[in-house]
């Protein structure tokens, strides 16, 4: 899953419907962490947050989605499923940031 905006310290990601990221969601914890790494440089940060789905009528779904979002998504040739903004198994999730911890290294060469 591909972080599709970024808002402040909360992020948005679009997910197939039928993933189990959403049962697991429903049935625990509806928290997340992510997570992202500077291979440079080792520098990292950890955000962990309140998640909140929503379904395929949400209209930021349109302002998210991309010519990608289709190729990852398919076209099931149905003509419901296109891999469009209208498809109905695009959700998103939504990680509402409770807390931040990064680390910065920074080297000097000698």
Same mark, same amino acid.
């Given at each position: 899953?591909?972080?599709?905006? &970024?808002? #402040? %310290? =909360?992020f948005?990601?679009?997910?197939?419907? /039928?993933?189990?990221?959403?049962? =697991?969601?429903?049935?625990?914890? %509806?928290?997340?962490? !992510?997570?992202?790494?500077?291979?440079s440089?080792?520098?990292?940060?950890?955000?962990? #947050?309140e998640?909140?789905?929503?379904?395929?009528?949400?209209p &930021?779904?349109?302002? !998210? +989605?991309?010519?990608?979002?289709?190729? +990852?998504f #398919? =076209?099931?040739?149905? #003509? !419901? /499923?296109?891999?469009?903004?209208?498809?109905?198994?695009?959700k998103?999730?939504?990680?509402r940031?409770k807390r931040?911890?990064?680390?910065?290294?920074?080297?000097t060469?000698?």
């Open positions: 899953m591909a972080v599709a905006k &970024r808002t #402040g %310290p =909360d948005l990601f679009l997910a197939n419907a /039928h993933s189990q990221k959403f049962n =697991d969601l429903e049935n625990g914890p %509806p928290e997340a962490n !992510v997570s992202f790494i500077n291979s440089n080792q520098d990292w940060v950890s955000v962990t #947050g998640c909140v789905t929503s379904d395929n009528s949400d &930021r779904i349109k302002e !998210v +989605w991309s010519k990608g979002t289709k190729a +990852w #398919g =076209d099931l040739g149905d #003509g !419901v /499923h296109t891999g469009g903004p209208e498809d109905p198994r695009m998103l999730i939504e990680i940031a931040k911890l990064q680390q910065s290294i920074r080297r060469v000698r």
